[in-house]
């Protein structure tokens, strides 16, 4: 459990340290929202799945990418807490991606339809 504590603080500090580009980032995703909500017949429910699967994609790079660009190996996660850190940080990318990806596959499916 104490594990699980330390990286949740660990998280929260560089967060403190990168608000302003949080901060931007929940910004550009609501004026993605706003834009595509506005936009006439935009079909969020047929852009559901591509942005999901764009997001799978996310995750798999991710987590193959991730341990090189913290001058580690996948064979030098001995622990399940590296496990679950990996795993967690490449699905929270994979969100990210989808959660952007979802607003402008709606709209485009919209402007496709139309």
């Known amino acids: 459990m ?4 330390l990286m949740l603080n660990i998280i929260w500090e560089i967060a403190q340290g990168v608000w302003p580009v949080l901060l931007l980032a929940a ?6 929202l706003g834009r595509s909500w506005r936009t ?3 079909h969020w429910r047929a852009a559901l799945p591509p942005a999901l699967g764009i997001g799978l994609v996310m995750v798999v790079v991710t987590a193959l990418m991730l341990p090189g660009w913290m001058q580690s190996t996948l064979a030098d996660m001995g622990y399940w807490v590296d496990w679950a850190a990996l ?8 969100g990210v991606v989808a959660a952007f990806a979802w607003p402008l596959l709606a709209r485009r499916h919209g402007r496709a339809q139309a």
Do not use: Q, R, S, V
Not at 2 to 5: D, G, L, R, V
Not at 87 to 94: D, I, K, P, V
């Open 2 to 5: 104490y594990e699980i504590w």
């Open 40 to 42: 006439t017949g935009a």
């Open 87 to 94: 795993l967690g940080l490449a699905a929270a990318a994979g």
């Open 27 to 32: 910004l550009l995703w609501l004026a993605l």
